[in-house]
């Protein structure tokens, strides 16, 4: 068995390879004996380099596990697991499966689970503690990972896209700016992508008591909240996704550009292939203009989109986390935000991984 990934060190017990440029990024070691699995701090090499995702006019080769799913889910959903769902439109909270057991068939019955009830929490996760190989292994199970042009990652796995605040280091305050009233943003992760994240794991290795928790939202639901008639006249209406800004600040900070940054045109209202639902397609992280609308009638159009997103509190749950807690969710039918509300005195620390799926259409 693989030793935990708490008990792996640098040569040097007492340093973390992480450094801190004057805007808050890492780039020079520095002692840091805080974090709980320092494997995972997050690693920023200025020289490391990605080629394209993909070729232009060519895709990743993609089938969704979910679609040969068994829809009794058998080997996930045991006699022994207990669900609270949290919200009739997405949410459940699982307990007693641990997601490192799962066979081929469980992990195919979960991106089914994923898709129908848009975010799953499983509790008290051995996931932290079996090492990166095999982490990166079952991601993998549902596409081809996305690795990110300006995140830290990790050391030799840049496959992780590392969440790191302490008091030290507060790069969601630099990402959005200091001078707002809310860190509220909803954003569907690399949206940018020719294709998008779809089966998304998010594990948990440090947590405030109270406070850093995520706060998700049903695209679907927020697509059937819209009159019959709206909905036609979004049909056929595609958008501009772009990774331009995050990389612009990433120069700006003195932060990696791993990869040059891309646009990609996605309809404003996709079909998930499994479930067969329509859910909206667009955010305000990283969603620019509506393609063939002069820039006033695509602002206002969208900034109604992302207000009725935004205040559908209704279609909306507010994840919790503990060290061990893993989340899976599918990033094609929901958005997210971060909720940045704990003192930078506590340290939050979390690996995402993010397999991409197929071009939405």
């Given amino acids: 068995m693989a030793p935990s990934v708490a008990e792996i060190q640098s040569n040097d017990s007492h340093k973390v390879e992480n ?20 494997f995972y701090v997050p690693y920023f090499d200025l020289t490391e380099k990605f080629p394209p995702t993909e070729v232009l006019g060519q895709s990743i080769e993609f089938s969704d596990v979910g679609l040969r799913a068994n829809p009794a889910k058998p080997n996930l959903l045991t006699p022994d697991v207990k669900l609270h769902h949290l919200s009739p439109y997405l949410g459940t909270e699982v307990h007693g499966v641990q997601l490192s057991q799962l066979s081929k068939e469980g992990l195919d019955e979960l991106a089914l689970f994923a ?22 292994e079952i991601a993998r199970h549902f596409g081809h990972i996305q690795r990110h042009p300006t995140s830290g990652n990790v050391k030799g796995y840049p496959d992780f896209h590392v969440v790191y605040r302490d008091a030290q280091h507060d790069f969601f305050k630099d990402y959005l700016g200091s001078d707002r009233i809310n860190h509220t943003s909803w954003h569907s992760d690399v949206s940018y992508e020719r294709q998008p994240a ?30 019959t008639e709206f909905q036609k006249r979004l049909e056929g209406l595609k958008a501009i996704h772009s990774g331009v800004a995050q990389v612009e600040l990433s120069q700006r900070l003195g932060g990696p550009v791993r990869r040059q940054p891309v646009e990609f045109e996605h309809p404003i209202v996709r079909t998930h292939p499994v479930t067969g639902e329509k859910a909206l397609y667009i955010n305000q992280g990283f ?9 006033e009638e695509s602002d206002f ?11 559908g509190a209704d279609f909306h749950i507010r994840a919790t986390y503990q060290p061990g807690t893993v989340v899976v969710w599918d990033n094609r039918v929901t958005v997210h935000s971060a909720t940045p509300d704990f003192s930078p ?7 995402r991984l993010t397999p991409q799926a197929e071009i939405p259409a």
Avoid at 125 to 131: M, R, T, Y
Avoid at 287 to 295: L, N
Wanted: net charge positive.
């Fill in 287 to 295: 969603t620019r203009r509506i393609v063939g609308f002069k820039q």
């Fill in 198 to 227: 779809g089966t998304t794991f998010f594990f948990i290795l440090d947590q405030p008591e109270t406070g850093g928790d995520t706060l998700f939202a049903s695209q679907v639901e927020a697509y059937n909240r819209l009159s």
């Fill in 19 to 38: 450094v801190v440029t004057k805007q808050g990024l890492p780039v020079n070691p520095v002692e840091d004996k805080g974090p709980s699995y320092p």
């Fill in 345 to 351: 005195t506590f340290r939050r620390h979390a690996v």
């Fill in 301 to 311: 159009l969208l900034k109604f989109l992302f207000d009725h997103i935004a205040k």
């Fill in 115 to 136: 898709a129908e009830r848009k975010v799953l929490l499983f509790r008290d996760q051995d996931f932290k503690d079996i090492g990166p190989d095999r982490q990166i």
